[in-house]
């Protein structure tokens, strides 16, 4: 069973970010699926790796089309970029050491990013990029 679905309520209106996106929930799910079938430490904290090598890269990227489309609130996204990935290292050092009560955090942590990140911040960057699009075709 899912543990969270992409749906276009989670759009950002650029490809390459939504399927990252659309990636980030895949193995958020694989890290829900192995936690519920009871798999070992050791292969959920190899998955939580996943995640958190797939985020720091997305937030990455997120960072670079902000930059190319002049976002104004760039540096306070990317602030908000760092503090997750603070927690999601933090969290994997716990899994890392054995402690399942930390992957329960996990994913309540990684469940409230999705819905409130993407939800509320990313998609006031689409917004932007959006807007500057729709501006630069009526210039062209
Ligand atoms: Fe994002
Ligand atoms: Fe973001």
Known sequence: MSYINWD??????????DNQHKHLFAIINQLYDAYESKKSIEVIAEIFDQVLEYTLAHFSIEEQYMLHYRYDDYNEHKALHQNLAAKAKELAEKIHDGDLEAVAQAHLFLKGWLEKH???????????????????????
């Open 118 to 140: 993407i939800k509320k911040v990313d998609l006031q960057y689409a917004e932007h990029i959006r807007a500057t699009k729709a501006q630069k075709d009526k210039i062209a």
């Open 8 to 17: 276009q309520s989670f759009s950002v209106g650029v490809k390459t970010l």
